[in-house]
């Protein structure tokens, strides 16, 4: 038990109050003569026994008031012991045995510790004795296979030693919260008995997610916690890496950043981090890293080929965890997006729209501009997006094929203003909105202007928007619109102020098409184009209707990795670092699937005849072999009795803490209980008294 | 010279702490007595020895100073008057001297509250023609002084009551079982003690009395403090005729206290009731006025 305000504890000494003058009172106490004792003699034992026992009685509820009253003062709360390994039930005991298998454990001989240790707990059970070896690392995974009774609890020690030899380490992170969970289930399944739960680890700090640990773990299950762990751990590793992964150019555009850290309590001196692509070095950089800290290698301006490349930062370092020295990515070198832009033919009118798309080399928009009276079907073919900026209206053969490209995949973006011819566009079917009529807002609203202050927060397109403070959607005045009325089925993206629609995206169905009701280009309508906001929307409005996916190029150990269909319905494989290929049937356009990697390395990934490639890392923070306490760790999954508490988890569990920390209001509430007995039999005390003679 | 009528009468309630200041035993009881008698509405005097009864003829060994000249000068023949309080009662004071009766809350102890009050009775009966004597007792007699109506009688209890010094232990049936041998003639016995005895020895003794023709009253004195037991803190009690001591709280024991001591004065009042023997229950701090109203009545019921 704890106290948080032991000060208080001093006023214990009120305690000795009573007691000293109790005493001082009995040491002086006068001598009276008194005529006779004749009848104080003759009064009964008994009756001197019972009043002696009734004031003891009152002063001890004294004291007891005073103690109470100090205690709760001390507001003292249960501190957490960890329950005992006792009698938990006789028969054959029921041993669920955890053996870590994450990457970490690769970490020296690890791993070979925990075999042995995990032997001998095998040779030390009983006869009869059932047992569970489960491997977990961010999963856990049961070694044995359900017997002819459908039961996965082994007594035979040389079967159970066999199925130890089976497990392998793995390049996951750790989740001890998993295992937990696991052995309880099959605790709760196990037949009558003892139940004992052994966990060999390296119990690294990294797996224990405080925040969300629940006790799974009987209060009644006997656990013994066997640590395989290191003091100091001596390693290196990669802990991050960020780096774009597509670039535009030939020469890399983005930065590639690692960040080395140091484990080790000593600095490390002059360590080579390298940076190879398909398998040609790029960089090195000499990094010296302090003692449990990190320093960053930055890798830039290397060529990049055209396509998919397999890169690579390594770490040369002579530690016992090797797995975290190299960190994969896939790089890819992309051609830009082609934009066409289709305007009235007008001097800068689309300057605005061409600005802000090629307003950088990285950018990824490669945009071109033609007037409508010009624009022929077949020139459409070779643009990804199609813009069609504020034009009364396009040709027939023009607008139908469109439609048909739109359901190839290709994006289109129609923004209507003065120019637009509403009836003409009100009548194309596949249009998501129907203009009404031009809004000049300080006319027909009665306001100077209206913004935009009601979007979709969840939509890509806004994304920039809910990232960054700086940007703001509201920002942009409006002074005229058109006003549009969406088709069933058409959503409305984004809205002025006056509720009316502003961005109105097609059905689903009819995908790729997405509506502007304002202009970008005449300031007398808006001051859109000269807001901070107006690139980034503009760069996520093609970007999504492109479909253009800023894919990741790697993920780590135990992500599951998206595979997605492309355009047409076809089958998908995924080739593995070890040069097996996995078929993964077939995926819709539209449909995505996720593969599982067992391993690090490069996957190769064939969609039809889209070639993709990605890399997989292990969990990097696995090279932290910071150690917990295993009785920490217990302390968050074992159930405890009522009223107990962790002073051990307390930094987390500030309810949990304050929950146990109550008993101060039980003392509280005692002292009152004992302040009431004590008044009732003092009263009832001087109640009884005799009258007194009179003569 | 008389007082006044009203300063007499104020006398007659006088506190027994007032009384004790006067050192003069023969004043104190002739202050308590003629008070008491003023406030009377009948005085005692007028019906003792002043009431005329009868004549009778003069015999050899009559004083002379008892014959009624006049009727000689008419009838030539001695006669003499007789009147009602001639008929004398012999009273026998018994005093309490034991250690117990030392006992004093305030001013007064119970010894000087039963030397006054037998004082007072003593003055009192010595006025009224009655042979007065004396007798101190704790586990035997101390002292005795015969009833008698000889001169100096008075004077001699006065002065043995101021010698009184309280002593040991009470031990009421070897001095009473005594003084019942001794007497030969009938009497008044008034006993004043605390009665610190088993009732039993009280009644039995103060009955022998009574056999033998004797009317008996006994007064109880007790301290204010004794039949109260005001005390509050833890004190060492000392027996004043033992000097055994005791560790009391009187919390703890003033109810049983109390109880037992009622029941020993209830025990003591029926018992000596029902053996015709007049009780009263005298606290120190109250006038001594009732013990001679009880006197009165004991004495009017001898003659």
Request: charged letters at 25%; a neutral charge.
């Amino acid at each position: 038990m704890g106290l948080l305000n032991p000060l208080f504890l001093i006023g214990s000494v009120v305690l000795a109050v009573p007691i000293l003058v109790h005493l001082v009172r009995r040491e002086r106490s006068e001598i009276i003569h008194f005529s006779s004792l004749m009848f104080l003699l003759k009064v009964p034992k008994q009756v001197v026994r019972q009043q002696k026992l009734k004031n003891l009685l009152l002063m001890l509820l004294r004291l007891g008031i005073f103690a109470l009253l100090v205690l709760a003062f001390t507001r003292p709360f249960m501190a957490y012991t960890p329950p005992k390994p006792g009698d938990t039930g006789t028969g054959d005991a029921n041993i669920v045995m955890l053996l870590d298998n994450s990457m970490s454990m690769r970490y020296g001989n690890h791993f070979d510790r925990l075999k042995e240790e995990a032997r001998k707990r095998i040779d030390g059970m009983g006869a009869n004795d059932r047992m569970i070896i489960v491997g977990f690392s961010d999963a856990a995974t049961v070694l044995a296979t359900p017997n002819s009774t459908n039961s996965v609890w082994r007594t035979d020690k040389n079967q159970l030693k066999s199925m130890l030899g089976t497990l392998e380490l793995s390049f996951n992170g750790t989740r001890y919260f998993d295992a937990f969970v696991t052995a309880d289930r099959y605790f709760s399944q196990a037949p009558a008995g003892p139940r004992k739960l052994v966990v060999i680890s390296d119990f690294q700090r990294n797996g224990w997610n405080r925040t969300s640990h629940e006790n799974v773990i009987g209060k009644e299950v006997q656990t013994e916690m066997v640590s395989v762990a290191e003091e100091n751990p001596n390693n290196l590793g990669i802990e991050s890496v960020s780096a774009d992964a597509a670039s535009f150019t030939r020469t890399y555009s983005g930065r590639i950043v690692a960040r080395i850290r140091n484990y080790k309590k000593v600095e490390a001196k002059d360590v080579p981090v390298t940076l190879t692509v398909n398998g040609s070095p790029m960089g090195r950089r000499m990094v010296t890293l302090p003692a449990n800290g990190s320093s960053l290698a930055e890798f830039s301006g290397f060529d990049l080929p055209v396509g998919l490349s397999k890169a690579a930062v390594a770490i040369e370092a002579d530690d016992p965890l090797k797995e975290d020295n190299m960190f994969v990515l896939a790089l890819e070198r992309r051609e830009k997006l082609k934009v066409l832009v289709v305007d009235n033919g007008r001097k800068e009118e689309s300057f605005q729209l061409r600005t802000a798309l090629t307003a950088s080399d990285t950018l990824p928009f490669q945009v071109a501009a033609v007037p409508a009276g010009q624009l022929t079907p077949e020139e459409l073919v070779n643009h990804q997006v199609v813009i069609i900026n504020d034009v009364p209206r396009l040709n027939d053969a023009v607008w139908k094929r469109m439609e048909e490209l739109r359901k190839t995949g290709q994006g289109q973006f129609v923004i209507l203003a003065q120019n637009a011819k509403m009836d003409w566009w009100g009548a194309q079917a596949s249009f998501p909105v129907k203009p009404t009529r031009q809004i000049i807002v300080r006319q027909d609203r009665g306001q100077p202007f209206v913004s935009v202050t009601n979007y979709d927060r969840n939509h890509s397109i806004f994304k920039p928007f809910e990232k960054s403070a700086k940007l703001t959607m509201s920002v942009a005045e409006f002074f005229a619109y058109i006003e549009v009325q969406p088709q069933p089925g058409a959503s409305v993206m984004a809205r002025f102020d006056d509720g009316s629609p502003f961005l109105v995206e097609s059905k689903p169905e009819d995908r790729g098409l997405i509506v502007m009701a304002s202009t970008v280009h005449n300031l007398a309508w808006s001051d859109l184009a000269l807001k901070i906001s107006f690139p980034p929307l503009i760069h996520e409005i093609v970007r999504y209707l492109s479909g253009y996916n800023d894919a990741r190029s790697w993920y780590s150990m135990g992500e599951g990795v998206p595979i997605t269909g492309s355009v047409e319905g076809t089958a998908a494989s995924v080739k593995t670092p070890a040069g097996e290929r996995e078929s993964l049937g077939d995926i819709k356009p539209g449909q995505q699937k996720f593969y599982s990697p067992a391993v690090p390395g490069f996957y190769d990934v064939q969609v039809g005849k889209d070639l993709r490639l990605f890399a997989v890392d292990p969990q990097m923070n696995e090279g932290n072999l910071e150690a917990m306490l295993p009785e920490d760790l217990l302390a968050g999954v074992q159930r405890l009795d009522e009223g107990k508490a962790s002073d051990i988890l307390a930094p987390n569990a500030q309810e949990e803490h304050a929950r146990r920390s109550l008993t101060w209001w039980y003392l509280l509430l005692a002292a009152i209980l004992f302040g009431i007995s004590e008044i009732f039999i003092a009263n009832r005390t001087q109640r009884s008294q005799i009258e007194p003679r009179r003569a | 010279m008389a007082a006044p009528v009203a300063e007499k009468v104020s006398n007659r309630f006088i506190d027994p702490k007032v009384l004790i200041r006067i050192q003069n035993m023969e004043l104190v009881a002739r202050t308590v007595v003629e008070g008491f008698v003023q406030g009377l509405h009948r005085s005692p005097y007028l019906g003792f020895s002043v009431d005329f009864a009868a004549y009778r003829a003069y015999v050899p060994g009559d004083e002379i100073k008892r014959v009624d000249w006049n009727v000689y000068g008419r009838t030539d023949k001695l006669y003499i008057k007789l009147f009602e309080g001639e008929t004398n009662t012999k009273v026998l004071i018994l005093v309490d001297v034991s250690g117990s009766m030392n006992y004093s809350s305030g001013a007064v102890s119970k010894l000087d509250y039963a030397r006054m009050l037998a004082a007072c009775l003593s003055y009192f009966a010595y006025h009224q023609r009655d042979a007065v004597g004396l007798l101190t007792f704790d586990t035997d007699v101390v002292k005795y002084v015969p009833s008698s109506r000889r001169r100096g009688q008075l004077l001699t209890i006065l002065s043995e009551i101021d010698r009184i010094v309280a002593s040991k232990e009470t031990e009421f049936r070897k001095p009473l079982h005594y003084l019942a041998e001794m007497l030969n003639r009938r009497g008044l016995i008034i006993v004043i003690s605390d009665f610190y005895d088993e009732p039993e020895n009280i009644v039995n003794g103060l009955k022998v009395l009574k056999t033998k023709g004797n009317d008996v009253v006994a007064f109880h004195v007790m301290d204010n403090f004794e039949l109260t037991f005001p005390f509050a803190e833890m004190a060492q009690f000392e027996d004043l005729e033992t000097d055994r001591k005791m560790h009391v709280i009187p919390e703890y024991l003033r109810n049983q206290y109390l109880k037992i001591l009622n029941e020993h004065i209830d025990k003591l009042q029926k018992e000596l009731t029902s053996a015709r023997i007049d009780y009263q229950l005298m606290n120190t701090s109250d006038p001594l006025d009732s013990g001679l109203f009880k006197y009165l009545a004991a004495r009017s019921a001898t003659v």
